[in-house]
């Protein structure tokens, strides 16, 4: 069992940037890992994985905006969000080993606005 918690949720401007961290319990270097969102009424969405030797994807939505990142030796996943837009505005979940069968943490609000 792997447990997660996201941090560095926040109200960010437009344009600004923002970094979340997601911490987990034990040791994640087995993992792919991920950052999903979700907004009210609508279904969670990936947002960037990394898999456990480094290969990483993210939606078009961030290409270009955002970085995912892990330190198998902290046991830490990050988002480095720049660029941030109103409709990037959602609670931001971490997942390790999957979206299907794998651990989730309780999320993180992220709110864009001037």
């Known amino acids: 069992q792997v447990q997660l918690v996201e941090s560095g949720g926040g109200l960010v401007q437009p344009g600004g940037s923002l970094r979340l961290s997601c911490v987990a319990s034990g040791s994640i270097f087995k993992y792919a890992m991920g950052w999903y969102r979700q907004t009210p009424g609508k279904q969670r969405e990936l947002v960037a994985t990394?898999?456990?030797?480094?290969?990483?994807n993210y939606a078009d939505s961030v290409k270009g905006r955002f970085t995912i990142s892990r330190d198998n030796a902290k046991n830490t996943v990050y988002l480095q969000m720049n660029s941030l837009k109103p409709e990037d505005t959602a609670v931001y979940y971490c997942?390790?080993?999957?979206?299907?069968?794998?651990?989730w943490g309780k999320g993180t609000l992220v709110t864009v606005s001037s």
């Open positions: 997942n390790a080993g999957g979206p299907s069968r794998g651990y």
């Open positions: 990394i898999t456990s030797g480094g290969t990483i």
